[in-house]
């Protein structure tokens, strides 16, 4: 349900649907813990762990704003570390059973599978749904409003499905059902064109038969869902029409409805297929693995073995050669070429797409302050002061080098011993009857933990959430009758008004976010009366948020009160000291009320030396105060 919700919350990568899922979970756990039998059934070296680990990077994240000055940026981080660790608290409180992580894995398939359906319905058939415009509409991204994460869901989805396929415990009818998922997430997978999903995916499916061991129903599986799915995946990357900025053409729509219609076809025939060999897995079942090949040393052992035989066939062939050419390649092509196959000749473009300039501005920020970094939620502003390009970015793309960088060596501890206990998690139930269940858990797991680090999965919960509520059960404790706990002991209402206590923040930002948004609105309407009205709402209900006093600075100098408008941007300006919008409208404002705009200028020009809107204002109001009054009116908003 999450997953879903937040898919269609552009992801969460908003600090509103954010703050809601941390107030409902924190909610949850308050009323579980008050009202549960046996609250504490779950408790475990492993969940006690893990919830510590992520306790401890929620805590130091919230911290950082005394660092770094910016108590907004840090408060939104927090409110994502402390939804990961809501969700790891309340999935893993209810005990881990065999069913129960069977269920969460059916759960994340079939969510992956509703939201990229949506999506391909979006793209392939927009007279029947249409949606407004991407940034990028040659990528399908909807509804997460990014291809890379819609490709990483997609790739997810297929890995569960495919152990859901190949699982001969499974029920048949969900064998089959996988089976037919599976060519509609290839093909979303394949309008992405994400070069990192597809990539993760590969990692992902290679690691499931591996730790799996592999699944007894594997032969079955492959000879239905490969073919299905590489017709489905060749039909969507012929739809040449479909990789350009006008997908929705006259043209492109009945080019759309033919790949609906072949990706339907795939997936009925890959249901029917899966059906008729249902009979051999049966007799798969009958096939008894000698022990030593039932091991996990020996399964990781004869994947050992075929890389080594891979790497020597390659050293034949003269793969170095050519691995170093594309090395090179990547170093040195800092952005992907469109070549006549438009957007997708980007799959076999190893250009890096700007990441390592990006990684270098986090590392720089590493180097500057090694230990507790330059505070949660502020890289874009490094980007903006160091950044060797005009283009702005709000993320490092690599969870890992950002958390460097934000919240130093410390918070990268955090949060790779988080990770890989997690991981750890599903690598233990990766054995014994249910194997197939827990590899798939490792195998998508895995998946995401190198693909976060080559993009911002860290700020989209609808591909992160997932994770740490399944690594929640994965290691918990089995769950086990135990004695009834008193309803309303002490213990009890101690710990459930702290879960109370962790819904406050949360709280407050979800209520400051829809106001915030109605002020921009009215805003960007000319309508200041009401933004004024909206953004003092919106600083009511939390007042360290910079956004609000600089609606009410540019609103105050629209009705004439100057006075209130320089006020207004200077509490901003004290609230994110180091982002160069604030000191570029108290310059705006300074302008307007007859004085002196030019320090403040000079300020936001330090902080963000490339933005042309400073260069512009700069030469727009000169040095003639007689001048400012008049021209400060006209300068250009960022928001422009």
């Not at 089976?179 to 590969?202: D, E, K, M, N």
């Not at 009834?484 to 923040?505: K, T």
């Not at 933005?611 to 400012?628: R, S």
């Amino acid at each position: 349900m999450f997953v879903v919700a937040f898919a269609f919350a552009s992801g969460g990568f908003l600090p509103g649907p954010v703050a809601l899922g941390a107030t409902a979970l924190a909610a949850l756990l308050m009323l579980r813990v008050a009202l549960a039998e046996q609250p504490w059934g779950a408790l475990s070296l492993g969940y006690v762990a893990g919830a510590t680990l992520l306790a401890l990077l929620a805590g130091w994240t919230l911290l950082s704003q005394t660092w770094s000055g910016a108590p907004a940026r840090a408060v939104v981080e927090y409110d994502r570390v402390l939804l990961y660790l809501l969700g790891f608290l309340v999935v893993g409180a209810v005990g881990r059973t065999p069913v129960r992580l069977r269920w969460v894995v059916r759960g994340i398939a079939a969510a992956a599978f509703a939201v990229c359906l949506c999506g391909l319905v979006t793209r392939l058939a927009p007279d029947i749904w249409p949606i407004d415009p991407a940034p990028e509409v040659d990528r399908l991204s909807y509804p997460l409003g990014y291809w890379n994460a819609l490709g990483l869901l997609a790739a997810i989805g297929g890995v569960m499905m495919f152990a859901l396929t190949s699982d001969d415990r499974e029920a048949p009818i969900a064998r089959v059902l996988a089976a037919a998922a599976l060519p509609v997430l290839g093909a979303a997978l394949l309008l992405t064109f994400s070069r990192g999903a597809i990539a993760a995916g590969a990692v992902g499916l290679i690691v499931l038969v591996v730790a799996a061991g592999p699944p007894r129903a594997l032969l079955s599986a492959l000879l239905i869902t490969v073919p299905a799915v590489a017709v489905a995946m060749v039909w969507a990357y012929g739809a040449d029409l479909h990789a350009t900025q006008d997908p929705t053409s006259a043209a492109a729509t009945p080019q759309g409805h033919g790949v609906a219609v072949a990706v339907a076809v795939c997936a009925v025939l890959a249901a029917a297929g899966r059906a008729a060999l249902l009979p051999l897995d049966r007799r798969m079942q009958r096939l008894v693995l000698p022990p030593s090949l039932r091991r996990p040393a020996m399964r990781w052992g004869a994947a050992g073995a075929a890389a080594a035989s891979a790497v020597a066939v390659s050293l034949v062939l003269g793969a170095p050669a050519a691995i170093g050419q594309q090395y090179d390649l990547f170093v040195s092509a800092d952005s992907v070429t469109q070549a006549e196959n438009g957007v997708r000749s980007r799959l076999t473009d190893p250009s890096n797409n700007g990441r390592i300039e990006q990684g270098r501005v986090a590392l720089g920020a590493f180097q500057r302050e090694p230990v507790h970094g330059t505070g949660a939620g502020t890289y874009p502003l490094e980007w903006e002061r160091h950044r060797p390009a005009i283009y702005q970015v709000q993320d490092a793309h690599s969870l890992y080098l950002e958390i460097l960088g934000e919240l130093g060596i410390v918070g990268l501890v955090l949060v790779l011993a988080a990770i890989i206990l997690v991981l750890a998690g599903f690598a233990a139930r990766a054995r014994g009857p249910d194997r197939v269940v827990g590899g798939a858990l490792f195998a998508a797991g895995l998946a995401w933990a190198v693909h976060a680090g080559i993009d911002w999965d860290w700020e989209m919960p609808a591909v992160t959430f997932w994770f740490f509520a399944a690594g929640g059960l994965a290691l918990a404790a089995p769950a086990v009758a135990q004695p009834r706990l008193p309803a309303m002991s002490i213990g009890r209402i101690v710990v459930a008004l702290g879960c109370l206590l962790l819904a406050i923040v949360p709280a407050r930002v979800f209520l400051s976010e829809r106001p915030l948004r109605e002020s921009a609105l009215a805003f960007a309407e000319n309508d200041c009366p009401r933004a004024v009205d909206r953004a003092l709402d919106s600083n009511a209900a939390l007042g360290v948020r910079p956004e609000p006093f600089i609606l009410l600075g540019y609103c105050n100098v629209r009705l004439g009160h100057n006075e209130l408008a320089v006020q207004a941007m200077h509490n901003a300006v004290s609230r994110d000291p180091g982002n160069w919008e604030g000191y570029y409208g108290l310059a705006l404002v300074r302008a307007a009320a007859g004085e002196d705009p030019r320090p403040s200028l000079r300020v936001a020009r330090r902080l963000n030396p490339n933005e042309p809107l400073v260069f512009q204002a700069t030469q727009l109001l000169g040095d003639d105060p007689d001048k400012w009054r008049s021209q400060a009116l006209r300068a250009r908003l960022p928001a422009d």
